[in-house]
């Protein structure tokens, strides 16, 4: 059975840090991607950052994130990690982790990219934890 847990939410000020942590079990890192989304009352779901565990790559969803956010993924521990640091109030969200068949390599990566932030794609997700930011 998979499970995606994530852990590491919470209320924060603006300016300061947050780690989540996605625990994953049942499933082969080396053959799915995780990714991290967001959703915030009232508006669609979106990604912010995937990870392919096989390779450690990583991809980010547009400028907004990239520079703030960091994923990474340790396989051993089975946990890939959204390290968000400067947090806005528009960063304010439930964050899910969900997991996705890996794409080939043989494909381009801008294709890759735009997979990867699909949600559609994703065939696991978890609960989420919520991310609160006060300005």
């Known amino acids: 059975q998979v499970q995606l847990v994530e852990s590491g939410g919470g209320l924060v000020q603006a300016g300061e840090s947050l780690r989540l942590s996605c625990t994953t079990s049942g499933i082969d890192l080396d053959s799915y991607a995780i990714g991290w989304f967001r959703q915030a009352p009232g508006e669609e779901r979106e990604g912010v950052s995937c990870?392919?565990?096989?390779?450690?790559?990583?991809?980010y969803k547009d400028s907004s994130v990239k520079g703030r956010f960091t994923i990474s993924g340790d396989k051993a521990d089975r946990r890939v990690y959204l390290q968000m640091n400067n947090l806005k109030p528009e960063d304010a969200a439930k964050y899910y982790c969900a997991a996705i068949p890996a794409l080939p390599g043989s494909m381009p990566t801008a294709q890759v990219s735009r997979a990867y932030f699909d949600s559609r794609r994703y065939t696991y997700w978890g609960q989420g934890t919520q991310v609160t930011v006060s300005s």
């Open positions: 990870i392919e565990l096989s390779d450690y790559t990583t991809y």
